[in-house]
């Protein structure tokens, strides 16, 4: 038998998506249609676009547990829901908003965009990628098992012990909720190992470290934090189901264990979260305004290093959720500190996005007027989050719904606002039509007016004293009407939403036919069809500047670059795409990449059985589900002479 | 089209060693991984500290099946390191010799260890420092049986000759996991037989 090739002077050709080679490339990189298809792609832009649809059912189902919240506390002694109830509903919106909505969607933008802004063929793993899609959903799906059955987690996303322990909380409500984390956390923490490695190894030549869009930089900040951060939550849930079916002692105050371990391990996973969960949402908006604002984005080197350094910082502030339990002084003062210096990087970026804003020339579309008002919500939530880091100031508002304004002010104003403004940018690349702007600008208005009417009467009420966390309040004391009015304004905020998908629907039939670059912008996605080919490049981009598509209309002389979109290496020897050095991305290998298989999928429904196992303690099907994971894995990762892994 | 140039430099192609995309997965993982035994020495710390002496409240831990045990290990690391240059420089028999002794030496932890857990008067839900015992080193344990699977894994596809010189990325990639069950171990060592020795 002939041996596989070990090495290759690859060609560089001059091609388009309507040249003849890059029928070839089809060829090489389209999978079966119809079901099978459907199940085995590993296509990063079908995943890409399945987490960001999924993403946002859960967005919906976070919304409506939320509208049924806010209907009981509207008035004094509302009574639609029972406490149990309340706190299973209020539960799961935090649960559904911050684990299943807030990082899947941005992991939607980032599968969907990366290989696309970095002019690559693929993911470094694109089967990792299928794999960590299904974890998610079915670690989504676990969540919600007992929901149906009226035995949702019920102690707050937070799930301090002892409300969880068994003692307390007896039902399955707790262990759905600790087996789905652990589930969820493999879904993270593959997802993040694929983008960190993407990062450093499938970059278009040329295009070094300083020159990678800001959303890129987000992301490796985010995937790297949630490499450190996620193992702690994970190894918290599973302590707590120990302590809980196993008789373990960890939180256990009574043979020894501490209450307070929970706390620590948790918000030692949570706080560097909270920036997994906005980083990549700040680089939508950084790589978003220069586009609108027809300049380069003012400080992108201050940009990428603040945002490096926010999730550095990050994991030395975890304590300032714990105020109120105790600590000593020492270390109260020292996350104090800690939590103010965050302030720094923060204002870095903003006063980039504000200059960028200021000396460019703005150009008014939807997707604009949802990132320049991020930067007024980042200012609010952040001068609120400013004022907690004070001790004094939080033991003050801690448990009031001050925390809660703020909180929805970073996660909304930080997350949602850019979240809904990327995708009326970069909508038109996804699916070659464009999003209508009048219905656009009316959903912003509408969401933005409906926002803070909703949600800035919360500060008010936080200070006025009421506790959150509390299903329902006695009338007399004052806070009957701000609630109502945060109902109201939370309702429209939520017509703003459905404006939103409304335009998504009727846009995706009859929006206007978009062009590559409807907007003008400079980064690499742009210069490929809408929606891209599968095999996303006829040939691999070479880099030579920040923005290689605005080459040629700026006069700063570093940034004029010489970048070739249309000429580049050709690689149509199947799947391939070029692999680069670390940081000057100079062609380092030609990197075979696997088709579409059910690998992915058969491994993650084996890990789900192991967990629906453990869940039910069906030891059987923890074995078969462990057997199963081994043989998929195993599988999976059989040398294959297709991918050059062995050589006769 | 338009062909313009053959590239002037020649690449590379497929996984070959550190060229394989995997060699850098391995290192992520390992990273998550390593960062998750930080977080289980850190609770045992956490709860070492709020408990009222002693602490370990049976004493420390005898070290005659754990210093042997940990060289045990550690030899199983060494004779990876040798087995994976043996198939660098294309010599099979070598890998083989290096994958077999790996997994002999791996066995003899797991025997080791087992001993060790069959001798304690205490249970995972006796106490505190009991829990955390048998789920610290648990978890060793089962990244011990993971990197045995490996191993064999790895021993069946050298079977089917399928490394060479040129091609033995798995190999490299299933060594560095090895090695991190190895230096892992060090850490779990010293905490649970070093430091109460200090105090």
Same mark, same amino acid.
């Given at each position: 038998?002939?041996?596989?090739?070990?090495?290759?002077?690859?060609?560089?050709?001059?091609?388009?998506?309507?040249?003849?080679?890059?029928?070839?490339?089809?060829?090489?990189?389209?999978?079966?249609?119809?079901?099978?298809?459907?199940?085995?792609?590993?296509?990063?832009?079908?995943?890409?676009?399945?987490?960001?649809?999924?993403?946002?059912?859960?967005?919906?189902?976070?919304?409506?547990?939320?509208?049924?919240?806010?209907?009981?506390?509207?008035?004094?002694?509302?009574?639609?829901?029972?406490?149990?109830?309340?706190?299973?509903?209020?539960?799961?919106?935090?649960?559904?908003?911050i684990f299943?909505?807030a990082l899947p969607?941005l992991s939607?933008?980032s599968?969907?965009?990366w290989?696309?802004?970095?002019?690559?063929?693929?993911m470094a793993f694109?089967?990792l990628?299928?794999?960590s899609?299904?974890v998610f959903?079915?670690a989504?799906?676990?969540?919600?098992?007992?929901?149906?059955?009226?035995?949702?987690?019920?102690?707050?996303w937070f799930n301090?012990?002892?409300?969880?322990?068994?003692?307390?909380?007896?039902?399955?409500?707790?262990?759905?909720?600790a087996?789905?984390m652990v589930l969820l956390g493999v879904s993270t923490t593959v997802g993040s190992i694929n983008f960190i490695v993407t990062l450093f190894r499938?970059?278009?030549?040329?295009?070094?470290i300083?020159?990678?869009?800001?959303l890129v930089w987000g992301t490796l900040t985010a995937s790297v934090g949630n490499l450190f951060a996620v193992p702690a939550v994970s190894l918290a849930f599973l302590m707590l189901?120990?302590?809980?079916?196993?008789?373990?002692?960890?939180?256990?105050?009574?043979?020894?264990?501490?209450?307070?371990l929970w706390q620590h391990l948790f918000w030692m996973f949570g706080h560097p979260w909270v920036y997994a969960i906005v980083l990549p949402a700040m680089g939508?908006?950084?790589?978003?305004?220069?586009?609108?604002?027809?300049?380069?984005?003012?400080?992108?080197?201050?940009?990428a290093l603040a945002t490096v350094t926010t999730m550095v910082l990050g994991f030395g502030v975890w304590a300032h959720h714990m105020?109120?339990?105790?600590?000593?002084?020492?270390s109260?003062?020292y996350f104090?500190?800690s939590s103010?210096v965050i302030?720094?990087p923060s204002?870095?970026?903003?006063?980039?996005?504000?200059?960028?804003?200021?000396?460019?020339?703005?150009?008014?579309?939807?997707?604009?007027?949802?990132?320049?008002?991020?930067?007024?919500?980042?200012?609010?939530?952040?001068?609120?989050?400013?004022?907690?880091?004070?001790?004094?100031?939080?033991?003050?508002?801690?448990?009031?719904?001050?925390?809660?304004?703020?909180?929805?002010?970073?996660?909304?104003?930080?997350n949602?606002?850019?979240?809904?403004?990327?995708?009326?940018?970069?909508?038109?690349?996804?699916?070659?039509?464009?999003?209508?702007?009048?219905?656009?600008?009316?959903?912003?208005?509408?969401?933005?007016?409906?926002?803070?009417?909703?949600?800035?009467?919360?500060?008010?009420?936080?200070?006025?004293? &009421? +506790?959150?966390?509390? =299903? $329902?309040?006695?009338?007399?004391?004052?806070?009957?009407?701000?609630?109502? @009015?945060?109902? /109201?304004?939370?309702?429209?905020?939520?017509?703003?939403?459905?404006?939103?998908?409304?335009?998504?629907?009727?846009?995706?039939?009859?929006?206007?036919?978009?062009?590559?670059?409807?907007?003008?912008?400079?980064?690499?996605?742009?210069?490929?069809?809408?929606?891209?080919?599968?095999?996303?490049?006829?040939?691999?981009?070479?880099?030579?500047?920040?923005?290689?598509?605005?080459?040629?209309?700026?006069?700063?002389?570093?940034?004029?670059?010489?970048?070739?979109?249309?000429?580049?290496?050709?690689?149509?020897?199947?799947?391939?795409?070029?692999?680069?050095?670390m940081?000057?991305?100079?062609?380092?290998?030609?990197?075979? &990449? +696997?088709?579409?298989? =059910? $690998?992915?999928?058969?491994?993650?429904?084996?890990?789900?059985?192991?967990? @629906?196992?453990? /869940?039910?303690?069906?030891?059987?099907?923890?074995?078969?589900?462990?057997?199963?994971?081994?043989?998929?894995?195993?599988?999976?990762?059989?040398?294959?002479?297709?991918?050059?892994?062995?050589?006769? | 089209?338009?062909?313009?140039?053959?590239?002037?430099?020649?690449?590379?192609?497929?996984?070959?060693?550190?060229?394989?995309s995997g060699w850098w997965g391995m290192l992520a993982l390992v990273a998550t991984e390593a960062t998750l035994f930080a977080y289980l020495l850190f609770s045992y710390f956490y709860?070492?500290?709020?408990?009222?002496?002693?602490?370990?409240?049976?004493?420390?831990?005898?070290?005659?099946?754990?210093?042997?045990?940990?060289?045990?290990?550690?030899?199983?690391?060494?004779?990876?390191?040798?087995?994976?240059?043996?198939?660098?420089?294309?010599?099979?028999?070598?890998?083989?010799?290096?994958?077999?002794?790996?997994?002999?030496?791996?066995?003899?932890?797991?025997?080791?260890?087992?001993?060790?857990?069959?001798?304690?008067?205490?249970?995972?839900?006796?106490?505190?420092?009991?829990?955390?015992?048998?789920t610290i080193?648990?978890f060793h344990?089962a990244h011990?049986?993971v990197?045995?699977?490996?191993?064999?894994?790895?021993?069946?596809?050298?079977?089917?000759?399928?490394?060479?010189?040129?091609?033995?990325?798995?190999?490299?990639?299933?060594?560095i996991y090895?090695h991190f069950v190895?230096v892992v171990w060090l850490a779990v060592?010293?905490t649970?037989?070093?430091?109460?020795?200090?105090?």
């Open positions: 038998m002939t041996r596989t090739e070990t090495h290759r002077a690859p060609v560089i050709a001059q091609a388009t998506d309507a040249s003849p080679s890059s029928d070839t490339l089809r060829k090489n990189w389209e999978g079966p249609g119809g079901w099978r298809g459907w199940l085995s792609t590993v296509d990063h832009k079908e995943i890409g676009k399945r987490y960001l649809l999924t993403a946002f059912v859960f967005l919906l189902i976070g919304g409506l547990e939320a509208a049924v919240m806010r209907a009981q506390l509207a008035t004094p002694d509302g009574h639609l829901l029972s406490a149990e109830q309340y706190a299973q509903l209020f539960t799961m919106h935090g649960v559904t908003m299943l909505y969607v939607g933008f599968n969907y965009l290989p696309l802004l970095l002019g690559s063929r693929d694109p089967r990628n299928a794999f899609y299904w959903l079915f989504g799906i676990f969540l919600y098992a007992s929901f149906v059955m009226g035995k949702a987690p019920d102690d707050g301090y012990v002892p409300y969880a322990s068994r003692e307390f909380n007896p039902g399955p409500n707790i262990d759905v909720y087996l789905g499938t970059r278009a030549p040329g295009m070094s300083n020159r990678v869009p800001i189901w120990m302590d809980r079916q196993l008789g373990t002692h960890f939180f256990d105050v009574s043979a020894g264990g501490q209450p307070l939508i908006v950084s790589d978003g305004l220069p586009t609108f604002c027809r300049r380069p984005l003012v400080g992108y080197t201050a940009v105020f109120a339990t105790g600590l000593p002084v020492m109260l003062s104090s500190a103010m302030v720094i204002a870095v970026a903003v006063f980039a996005w504000i200059a960028t804003i200021w000396t460019g020339r703005p150009v008014f579309t939807t997707a604009f007027l949802y990132f320049s008002s991020f930067v007024l919500l980042f200012v609010i939530g952040g001068v609120s989050g400013f004022m907690t880091a004070s001790v004094p100031v939080d033991l003050e508002l801690t448990h009031t719904y001050f925390v809660v304004a703020h909180l929805h002010y970073v996660l909304i104003g930080i949602v606002f850019p979240v809904v403004g990327g995708i009326y940018y970069w909508f038109p690349k996804i699916t070659g039509r464009m999003m209508s702007e009048r219905l656009g600008k009316w959903s912003f208005w509408i969401m933005f007016i409906g926002f803070n009417v909703g949600f800035f009467p919360m500060h008010i009420l936080g200070l006025a004293g &009421m +506790p959150r966390r509390v =299903y $329902t309040y006695p009338s007399g004391l004052g806070w009957g009407s701000w609630n109502m @009015v945060a109902t /109201l304004g939370s309702y429209l905020f939520a017509i703003g939403i459905a404006m939103f998908l409304v335009n998504v629907w009727i846009s995706l039939k009859r929006g206007k036919a978009a062009g590559r670059n409807p907007w003008g912008a400079p980064s690499l996605e742009w210069s490929t069809s809408s929606p891209p080919p599968v095999y996303n490049f006829a040939v691999i981009p070479n880099v030579a500047s920040r923005y290689p598509l605005w080459e040629g209309y700026m006069d700063d002389d570093e940034d004029t670059g010489g970048s070739t979109i249309h000429e580049g290496l050709l690689l149509d020897h199947g799947r391939e795409t070029i692999g680069t050095t940081l000057d991305a100079e062609p380092a290998v030609i990197l075979k &990449m +696997p088709g579409d298989t =059910y $690998t992915p999928l058969l491994l993650a429904l084996a890990l789900t059985l192991l967990f @629906v196992g453990l /869940l039910a303690q069906a030891w059987w099907a923890v074995g078969a589900g462990v057997l199963l994971t081994l043989l998929a894995t195993i599988t999976w990762l059989w040398p294959q002479r297709k991918l050059s892994q062995i050589e006769r | 089209m338009t062909e313009i140039a053959i590239s002037s430099t020649t690449l590379p192609v497929g996984s070959k060693g550190r060229d394989a709860l070492a500290s709020h408990s009222p002496p002693p602490w370990p409240p049976n004493g420390a831990p005898s070290l005659t099946l754990a210093i042997p045990g940990s060289l045990v290990l550690i030899a199983g690391s060494v004779t990876m390191w040798w087995g994976e240059r043996g198939i660098e420089r294309g010599r099979r028999w070598q890998l083989v010799a290096g994958l077999l002794l790996s997994l002999l030496l791996g066995i003899a932890f797991i025997v080791l260890e087992g001993i060790e857990w069959a001798g304690k008067p205490y249970t995972l839900s006796s106490s505190v420092y009991s829990s955390l015992y048998f080193t648990g344990l011990v049986l990197g045995l699977l490996i191993l064999a894994v790895l021993l069946l596809w050298t079977g089917f000759d399928y490394f060479d010189e040129n091609r033995h990325s798995a190999v490299s990639i299933g060594v090895w190895t060592f010293f649970f037989y070093i430091a109460p020795r200090l105090g």
